[in-house]
C-alpha cells in the first residue's frame, strides 16, 4: 500500500457543494497560507482522504447525496487525529449542538467573515496538536506565542469571565465595540450582563446550563447595548473551565460583533418571503 502524500504544513480538506462559498473558503485559507485540497461532495471527499492525510476539514452541512453531518461522523471515525469544522447557512442552536455531537471542532455560517474563518481554523488545529502530540516546553512557548500574535490580530476580543457576570478582557477591543472603556471591567464597576438585553439574558443561562451537561463548549448569541445606545448583535464562543471539585471557575472564550451577518441574515428572510 503505498503512503499518504504528506506536507509539512498543515492540510486542510474544503468540501463545499458551492462554487462560490467553495472559492471564499479558498481564498480565505490562501490568505493564510494553508495547503488545501478542495470537493464539492462527500464521495469525491471521501477519494482525497484516502489519497492524502488531513489534519482539518471545512464540511458544508447541506452536501448534495451524502449529508455533511454524516460524511463527518464518517471521517472522525475513520480519521481520528483530523479536526473537523462545520459550514452552514443556518444559526440556529439546534444545527450547533450537531455539529459539536458528531465531534467537529466549531461551525461558522455563511456569510464568511475571513478572519472569524481563519480564528476557527487556527483554533481547530491548536486543539489537535495540543491532543496528539507531546511538545517539548519550547515548542509550547512558541506555539502559544503565535496563538496570542493572532488573537490580537482578529476583530473579536478574549475575555475571562466569572459566574457573577464580571469579566476581565486582554486589550481594549471591547472598549472599541462598546464604547466602555476595559478599566470600567476591571474595576468591576461593569458586568457583562450590564450591556446585555434583558429578554436574551435566561437564553444564554440555559446554554451555560446545556454545556455543563457535555465538554462544557459553548456559542451564545444574543445582543447588547453600547454606550450610545446602539443594539450590536454578538456571538460569544467559549469554554467552561472548572475547578478540582467540578464546580465553574471561569469561562475562557472570545466575542464577536456578528450585527452585519444578522443583518444580512434578516435581509435574505426579507426577499424569500416576499417572492413566496
Known sequence: MCAKERDENPNILIVEDDDISRLLLGRILKGGEYIFKEASSAAEAR??????????????????????????????SRYPHTAAIMVTGQSDLKTAK???DIGAYDYIIKPFEPNRVLFSVVNALKRREIDQHKHTKEELIESELKYRLFINNIPGFVYKGYKDWSVDFTDNKVGELTGYDKEEFDARRLKWSDLMLKEDIETSKKCILQSLDTDGAYIREYRIKTKTGKIIWTQDRGQIVRSENGEIDYFSGVFFDITKQKQAEENLQQNERYYR
Do not use: M, W, Y
Open 47 to 76: 477519494k482525497l482522504l484516502e489519497e492524502r492525510q488531513f489534519e482539518l476539514i471545512l464540511s458544508d452541512i447541506g452536501l448534495p447525496g451524502e449529508s455533511g453531518l454524516d460524511f463527518i461522523r464518517f471521517a472522525l
Open 98 to 100: 450537531e455539529s459539536i
